[in-house]
């Protein structure tokens, strides 16, 4: 038997070795070089620890992030990173600093490839509102501060825009949602900028305080909409609970549903209501319980449970949006009138999971079958999207039946092991009487 | 009411009397323009106040009349009077006018009044304007408004709905924070309107309008949380309808337990929502078995119980219904179990329910038996403290219920139901709790 020097697994390699193998080593390490000198400067400056001190704050600003409340997030330290340089704070020591102490945390508790990946999200924006600040400079020496604080803002967000957008699709922040978000923290940094410059550091803090509000308030919107996303999630695991579906067919027909409303371009209103709807398109299946002695003894029909199901969301105050799709889906309420795309999709999605189910190697099978039917049961528009779909994403179905298995494997009862805090709750607001 | 009128009146004639005497010997001349301009964004912003659903409400006015003294102060205009006129705008509330509810309207106005007054008398008698002295008096102003404003709304309020002050107070105190938060930035925003002109007002005025929306956004989300979990609770019922209403009363009394506990309010929140869903592995249990009169056999009872842990198992998997599937499982409630590692808090959670739930399975109808009195109820509670219950939950839910003075079980109950066979005095049934029964509440 020969000795055979043994290869190093990735578990095993230090990491040095995983810096240098990483695609992030060279803006990590031009970047740090930087930073290094520009401490160095720093410290042996009169203004060292004013320098300090700002990029430490800026450091922990830029861990806070503001959630955007239908995904993603912004970091809360822009506004400081925005005013920053509109001020006479030492920015282009203050900011490659406060980047590098962040970065430096992430390499600590994570690793490498964390701190490039902050490095890669957070550096950008941050220079870009210090070169705007520059760029006002060169033109106009004795700009006051609002303008000057204003083109950091907007070079600051617009690097923000393009780097989000070079995300993968899951982590991609939604622009336009995150215009309020964007809005909050730019005047932010005017205010706390223009407070700075005329009525000293005390007034800064005053001027913060709307933009924590309001961080204070997309935080509760955004954990309530996730409240309520994940309470419908349950709620459409009912039937499968009773026994009436196979489990895990709500929630990767969803998966579906999401996909096809995106391949066809639909708003974020409707794709929200498309997916809440083919979550709940079963929930009527309850009112027909087998194990009941008093029940049908005949499984009823899909317009049944859907009329069903619509019944029993009205019944609750459920948006009528998502009952009156629920009822479309199958055929239901429309008075003569050919259902509208959004039930299409719903319907499209729930059928092409009844062929596919747990089974990734049968989607060619659920993609036949929905094509077959595409100009009768199924409209062509939403057929051509689910192709498009699966083409364009080719583990969707493996997302999808990923999705449905975390449910079907835990049948057995509660894993005590995976008790980690209690998932989200929705808090009482601070009141004022009137 | 006699009361109420004679303190309305009051307030209303001191008010009229500060704004005569201002008007009589003004020293300096009024700023209409500004009066005029700074009451219109106080009444806009009080009329677009977020309603919360505990019949209070927030809204950015005081910002506003902060914001007016501090433009109004040092530029050789009236101040008090001026402050006064702006202050009352925020009576001006559409929805009392609209309801011709005039008293209430001219009490507000006089109270926003009086507290405006206070607070612009404090610029007034106090000329520091700078560094951390100019802060103390910024804060001294917003103090004195908060003063006046809470003094005559508390007994107003106390008055009206019929409550003791200290009641009141408890329920006001928690905003106080926010007179010094929004006074402090309506100043502000006073200064650096004078500083860099009114281009502060949209630096402020969106982020507040963002902040307002978001906030509405998230009561409505709220109360679309609120239908899904009725929604929720109607199929558990459905599914065994000789429970209905049962669930809203475990939570009441989850509740109670959780107060006598002092939990915080996040936690009692969680709790509630836990106690509400406690059944929710029902849904997961045949309905034969559910709605089975008598006792349930050994194998139809291991069903009951595999069925139950499966479908608490699926909703495990989704954050939200993590601590209340915990809750919902056998193997927290017992309090002489072990708990197999889960979250102390979650087992705090559990036997309070546990306790909650049978309390109202004795004091409620079944179709296998009828409600117990609740003394009798007490007493089995009593019996299983340090064992199957929790005793200090025991102790909180009888103290609670001893304190309200309330009566429950036989002879008190909300919910009848008229079954078909009336169920006997005595029994045991697939509810669970048969083994709380004796020969004492066979009588």
Redesign the interface.
Known sequence: MNAVAPTPTPEQQSPLEVLRRSSVTVPVGGLAAAVAGGVLLGVLSRDAPWVAALALLLAGSLGVRVAV?WGGSVPLGYTLAAALPALPSQAGLVIPAAIALVAGTKCVRTGPEAAGESILRLGPPCLAALGAVAAVDAVHPDAPV?PRVLAAVVALVAADALVTRRLPPGERLPLLEAV?VY??LG??A??VA??TA???V??AL??A???L??RF??Q??AA?????D??????G??P????LIP?GHSERAAVYAGAVAEALHLGRGPRHRVVTATRLHHLGG??Y?P???E?PAESPEPLEVASGGAR??R?????EDVAELVEQAAGGGLDGEAPSLEAAVVRVAGSFDDVVGEDRMATSRGLAAVSAAAGGTHDRRAVAALLQATAATPDLVATAVASGA??SE??????????V?????????????? | MADLRRLEIGAVAIAASVVVALALAPSRPVAWAWVAAFALIVAVAENSSVLLPTATSVSPSFMAVMACIAILDGDGHELLLSAGLVGAASGLYIEHLKARRFGMVADNCAQFLLASVAAAGVFELVPYRDGVAGLAVALVATAAFGVVNVGLVLPNVALRHGEPLPAVWRDMRAALPNYFAFGLLGLFVGLVCVRVGPVAVPLLAIPMAIGRWTFSSFLRTREAHEATIRLFIRLIEAKDPYTAGHTERVARYALYVGEELGLPPDRQEHLRYSALMHDVGKLAVPSRLLNKPGRLTPSEWEIVRSHNEAGLGILSRIDFMRGMAVTASDRCSHFDRATEGAPADLVLEAQIVAVADAFDAMTSTRSYRRALDQDVAFTELRDKSGTQFNPECVDALIRAIERRDERYGAGYEADVHHFAVPPPVAGVGSAGLGNLLDERSTT
Request: proline share 7%; glycine share 12%; hydrophobic share 50%.
């Open positions: 409340p609002l309020p809005l909050t005047c932010g005017a205010l223009v407070a005329g009525f000293g005390v007034m005053v001027a305080f709307p933009v509000i309001t308030s997309f509760r919107y309530a909409r996730d409240t309520l994940q309470t419908v999630q349950a709620l695991l009912v499968e609970m009773a026994g489990l309850v009112r319980d194990g009941d002695p029940a029993i969301l019944e609750a105050g459920f948006p975390r449910f835990a049948a057995s009862g509660i894993d005590f092991g995976q008790l805090g209690t998932g989200g709750t929705i808090i009482p607001f601070v009141r004022r009487r009137r």
